[in-house]
């Protein structure tokens, strides 16, 4: 139930996300760009996931773990190729946002640095290392959101509705802030020291 539960929820992000950027335009062509969204999504966190467990585990996991990082990167490369492509045509980004001066230069750059860590990624796998595609699976997904964050600038919905708009008063989000600045701390300090507690490779105890 908790595998179903969290595909089911990388489904619905990945739908959210194409509903965005093609603007909740309806038609053939931005349901198959919501399809393609949500396949890139799902495989982006499965290549997380594989990499994680080559990170961590060792045998038989570990060996399949690679088998299955492989194949995730390449649908999350296709994927991710696929919308960037097809952005062009149901979505008002390539319409609006791509023809700013300077936008096209960035985003040619992070494609580059995404398809030089798509290649790290493969050859960190095939090589036998242990940490190396976790940290570009992990670049991957920072690159990722640099790209969908020019792109979308400064809308939330393309076309449609802007960051400022969307935004709440500013009563709201002072007190979010002062909120969050006091939880955000306690959150990052529990993350390392849970990160640091469970360091190393899981290795099976032979009784």
Request: hydrophobic share 55%; aromatic share 12%.
């Given at each position: 139930?908790?595998?179903?539960?969290?595909?089911?929820?990388?489904?619905?992000?990945?739908?959210?996300?194409?509903?965005?950027?093609?603007?909740?335009?309806?038609?053939?062509?931005?349901?198959?760009?919501?399809?393609?969204?949500?396949?890139?999504?799902?495989?982006?966190?499965c290549l997380l996931g594989a990499t994680w467990l080559v990170k961590k585990?060792?045998?038989?996991?570990?060996?399949?773990?690679?088998?299955?990082?492989?194949?995730?990167?390449?649908?999350?490369?296709?994927?991710?190729?696929?919308?960037?492509?097809?952005?062009?045509?149901?979505?008002?980004?390539?319409?609006?946002?791509?023809?700013?001066?300077?936008?096209?230069?960035?985003?040619?750059?992070?494609?580059?640095?995404?398809?030089?860590?798509?290649?790290?990624?493969?050859?960190?796998?095939?090589?036998?290392?242990?940490?190396?595609?976790?940290?570009?699976?992990?670049?991957?997904?920072?690159?990722?959101?640099?790209?969908?964050?020019?792109?979308?600038?400064?809308?939330?919905?393309?076309?449609?509705?802007?960051?400022?708009?969307?935004?709440?008063?500013?009563?709201?989000?002072?007190?979010?802030?002062?909120?969050?600045?006091?939880?955000?701390?306690?959150?990052?300090?529990?993350?390392?020291?849970?990160?640091?507690?469970?360091r190393g490779k899981v290795v099976p105890v032979?009784?």
């Amino acid at each position: 139930m908790f595998g179903i539960g969290s595909l089911l929820a990388a489904i619905s992000q990945g739908i959210v996300l194409g509903k965005i950027t093609t603007g909740f335009v309806p038609g053939f062509a931005s349901a198959g760009f919501v399809a393609v969204t949500a396949v890139g999504v799902v495989s982006g966190y499965c290549l997380l996931g594989a990499t994680w467990l080559v990170k961590k585990t060792t045998g038989a996991i570990e060996s399949m773990s690679r088998r299955h990082a492989i194949v995730a990167v390449f649908t999350t490369a296709a994927a991710a190729l696929v919308v960037s492509l097809a952005t062009l045509k149901p979505s008002p980004v390539g319409i609006t946002r791509w023809q700013e001066q300077g936008v096209i230069h960035l985003l040619i750059a992070l494609a580059v640095l995404a398809a030089l860590t798509f290649l790290y990624v493969l050859y960190a796998i095939l090589m036998r290392g242990e940490h190396g595609p976790f940290v570009g699976a992990t670049l991957l997904f920072v690159i990722s959101f640099a790209g969908l964050a020019i792109n979308m600038f400064p809308y939330v919905v393309p076309g449609q509705l802007t960051v400022a708009a969307a935004a709440s008063d500013s009563t709201t989000l002072t007190f979010m802030l002062f909120g969050i600045g006091i939880v955000f701390p306690v959150m990052i300090g529990y993350n390392l020291y849970q990160y640091h507690l469970f360091r190393g490779k899981v290795v099976p105890v032979k009784h």
